[in-house]
C-alpha cells in the first residue's frame, strides 16, 4: 500500500468517524446511502467476478499439472487454516467457560419485536444447506448472489471447456472470450477502487453512529470476549505463524493488504469485497494474476476462519444454556462440533449475518434455545465486522502462501 494511499484512507476513516458521532440524522441518513450505493456497486461486479475467475481458471486446468497443484494446496491450507480457528476457540471457550445466561436475560428478548422478527423464520437444516449450495437454475444463483452454486456452475462450464477446448476451435473461442470479458470487470474494478476514499468516508461514519448508540453486553460479557480475542489471535499470531512458516512475511502482507481488510470491515461481505481483495493482491502483494484470480475467489466461498470460530463457540454457547436439547459437553463432544464447524464453515456464504443464520440452523436442528441468538444479535453487527475482516485476511494468507510456492509461468489458455 502506497504511503500516500495510506494517508487517504486514514484521512477518509477519521473524518468518517467523526461525522458519524455528531448525531446528525440528516448526515446519517446521507451516509447510508452512499455506504449502501457502494455496497450495491461492489456486490455488482463480485459474482462476475468470482464467476469468471472460476470458469477461466478451471478451463486451464487440464493445460498442465500447476493450476492441479494450487487447487491442492488452496484446500489444504483452507481447511488447515479453518480447524486451528475452530481449535483456538474451543481452548478459549474451555479457559474462559462463560458460563450460563438467567433466564431474565433470555425472557427479555422474548419482547423484542425486531428480534423475534429476525429469528422466528423457519430454519434449514444441514441437508438444506448442503441441497441449496446445489443449483437447479442456471440464473437463479445469479440474480440472487448465492455465491456458492455459482462456483459449482462456473467450475462445471471451465471443466467442460478444459475437456472440450483440446478438440473445438468454438471452445477455445469461448474460452478467450470469457478472459476477455474477465479483464473488462477487472477494469471496472479499479475504477471502484479509485473512488473508494468517499465510500469509506460513509462507513466509517456508519460504524460511529452505530457504536455513539451503545452496545450492553450485560450476562455475555464473557461469550463475546471468547469471540473476540479467538478472533484477534487467529488474526494476529496464527495466520502470520502460517505465513512465516512459509517463508511469508505476514505483517508485511497484511500493510499491503490493508485496502481488502478495511474492505471487508465495514461491508461485512466476503463476497462485495472480493473485488478489491483480487486487485489488491495483484497490485499491491505482487502474485501472479492467474493464481490471484483462482484462489481469492475459491477462498471467498470456502475459507471461513472467523466463521468457523463464531459457529463453534456460539454452538457451544448455546448448547450450554439449552438443558433440553440433552448433549453433555464433554471434551470428545466438543471436538466433534469442532469438526462440524469447519464443515458448515466451508459451506458457508460469504455474506453479511451467514454464520449467524447458518449457525441458527444448526442449534434449530438440536433443539438449541433460539432466544439465545435474539440476546446476541444487538451485538453482532461488531462480531461480524471482525469475523469478515479475519476471513479475508485468512483468503490473502492463502493466497501469499501458494503464491510464493507456483511457478510464474501460467497454464496455456
Not at 478451463?59 to 486451528?84: D, N, R
Not at 465495514?266 to 505482487?286: D, G, H, I, R, W
Amino acid at each position: 500500500m502506497k504511503f500516500k494511499q495510506v494517508i487517504i484512507w486514514t484521512a477518509a476513516l477519521v473524518v468518517g468517524g467523526v461525522l458519524g458521532s455528531l448525531g446528525c440524522a440528516g448526515l446519517n441518513g446521507f451516509f447510508d446511502f452512499v455506504a449502501s450505493a457502494y455496497t450495491r456497486l461492489f456486490q455488482f461486479v463480485a459474482v462476475p467476478t468470482v464467476a469468471l475467475a472460476i470458469l477461466t481458471a478451471m478451463a486451464s486446468l487440464g493445460e498442465g499439472k500447476a493450476m492441479g497443484k494450487v487447487f491442492g494446496k488452496t484446500i489444504a491450507f483452507t481447511v488447515l487454516t479453518s480447524l486451528v480457528a475452530a481449535l483456538v476457540g474451543l481452548g478459549l471457550f474451555i479457559l474462559i467457560d462463560p458460563g450460563t445466561l438467567s433466564q431474565e436475560t433470555i425472557a427479555a428478548v422474548a419482547k423484542d419485536a425486531a428480534a423475534m422478527k429476525q429469528i422466528s423464520a423457519t430454519p434449514d437444516t444441514v441437508y438444506g444447506h448442503i441441497l441449496n449450495a446445489l443449483p437447479n437454475n442456471l440464473f437463479a444463483p445469479f440474480l440472487q448472489g448465492n455465491v456458492l452454486p455459482v462456483v459449482l456452475i462456473s467450475a462445471g462450464i471451465g471443466i467442460a471447456i478444459s475437456v472440450l477446448g483440446k478438440t473445438s476451435e468454438n471452445v477455445k473461442a469461448l474460452h478467450k472470450a470469457l478472459c476477455g470479458l474477465q479483464e473488462v470487470f477487472f477494469g471496472m474494478i479499479k475504477g471502484l477502487i479509485w473512488a473508494l476514499p468517499a465510500g469509506i468516508v460513509a462507513f466509517a461514519a456508519q460504524l460511529a453512529a452505530q457504536m455513539s448508540a451503545g452496545v450492553a453486553l450485560g450476562a455475555i460479557g464473557k461469550y463475546v470476549l471468547v469471540v473476540l480475542l479467538g478472533n484477534a489471535i487467529q488474526f494476529f499470531v496464527v495466520l502470520p505463524l502460517f505465513c512465516y512458516l512459509r517463508g511469508v512475511n505476514g505483517y508485511k502482507l497484511m500493510g499491503q493488504m490493508s485496502p481488502a481488510l478495511l474492505m471487508a470491515l465495514f461491508t461485512k461481505s466476503s463476497a462485495a469485497t472480493l473485488p478489491v481483495t483480487v486487485a489488491t493482491a495483484e497490485s499491491n502483494m505482487k502474485a501472479k494474476p492467474w493464481v490471484a484470480r483462482f484462489i481469492l475467489p475459491l477462498c471467498c466461498t470456502i475459507n471461513m476462519n472467523g466463521c468457523a470460530a463464531f459457529i463453534l463457540v456460539t454452538s457451544l454457547f448455546i448448547i450450554r444454556n439449552s438443558p433440553a436439547c440433552g448433549i453433555v459437553l464433554t471434551l470428545p463432544v466438543m471436538l466433534v462440533w469442532c469438526l462440524v464447524a469447519v464443515l458448515c464453515a466451508i459451506g458457508n456464504a460469504g455474506v453479511p449475518m451467514g454464520c449467524y443464520f447458518l449457525t441458527l440452523s444448526l442449534m434449530a436442528g438440536v433443539g438449541g434455545n433460539l432466544m439465545i441468538l435474539g440476546v446476541i444479535l444487538p451485538i453482532y453487527t461488531i462480531i461480524d465486522m471482525i469475523e469478515t475482516a479475519e476471513n479475508v485476511w485468512s483468503d490473502c494468507c492463502v493466497c501469499a502462501i501458494v503464491d510464493k510456492s507456483t511457478p510464474d509461468a501460467a497454464p496455456k489458455a
